[in-house]
């Protein structure tokens, strides 16, 4: 099944930045070293670092995502015109997630890498709520497919340039004389990093939303990409370090059998869920605590979007004078409910 649904996803035209948001995988390996390539967190683990606690609640997690017989759908499909259909199917998958304990998965060292522990222990001494922002598709659309590279019509808003391990089809040529704006040029890098480039477009208003939210919110970031390529485009969005207080990347995701990648908003620690907000674009985010989340529509280039004003009303009206975002969030959107009334169907 896992197989099955990795040859989809490869096959399909997703514009999600795949590349950036899973690792990659083979599909021409025998069974059992494609059985290796999806090897989940616990396994990538040393045990020496891990109690028997742990490790058998990790065990425990990986028992239950072998069980999962779904092919997730991509976040492209989540578009104005088909949020019902995309908010269906993907409730309908998380149901068959019930039984996953993602708290288990948080015993893993390897999610706290990079974790920003003095930001966070700042937040935890705030009065203000934390608006936790997703990156890709819900703030900007990185075009790595170079799908609108060549059309007149369509201009970037910026191209961004970042150094990597892995290469891109957007790798710089040494005699590229565009302007490119780099996570941090005064960084040594030795030749194993390969500097590479994409052109980007930001969903309209998003300078603006940053800079409002960070008067009601500590603001941060939680990509599924990874850290290369989502600082430089955090230091574009934000080049003064004014609005944006933490950033988590794709190390600090649940990984779900290398299909899916989850948030588990947990990982903030000492903060009461009660006053934290997720907006994502990918349901599939919002396990965990599908209270915590705001789902909007996903972006690729559309000129006339206008979704961040709406969140932005909704965030100030709503979020800002609650006692518990869980609440207020469950009275508009019900995705708890729907998933309850789901499982209720199913038994």
Known sequence: MIEQCIKKRTLSKDHSSLKLSFPPLSLN??????????????????????SNKQKFNLKQFENEVSKLNFCPIGSNANISGNYDNYLSTTLTHIVK?????????????????????KELENLSLSNKKILVLDLDETLIHADFNEEFKNNENIKYD????FYSDEYTSNTVKDDDNESMITDDDSKDYSNEKILNTVGIFLRPGVKQFLEEVSKYFEVGIFTA???EYADAA????????????????RNNCINVGNLLRVKNLKIFKNIPLKKIILVDNNMYSFTPQLN?????????NDKNDNELSNVLSYLINYIIPSDDVRKINEEFFGFQKIVDDMIINVL
């Open 234 to 249: 955090i230091n574009y969005l934000d080049p003064d370090k004014k609005y944006i207080k933490f950033r988590l990347y």
């Open 29 to 50: 390996n025998s069974d059992k070293n494609l059985s290796n390539n999806l090897k989940l967190i616990n396994n990538q683990t040393s045990s020496k670092t891990l």
């Open 97 to 117: 997630m019930r039984n996953i304990k993602f708290d288990y998965a948080l015993e893993s060292p390897l999610i706290y890498e990079n974790l920003p522990e």
């Open 225 to 227: 990409s990874v850290p």
């Open 292 to 300: 915590n989340g705001i789902l909007i529509n996903s972006f690729f």
């Open 158 to 161: 910026a191209k961004l340039s």
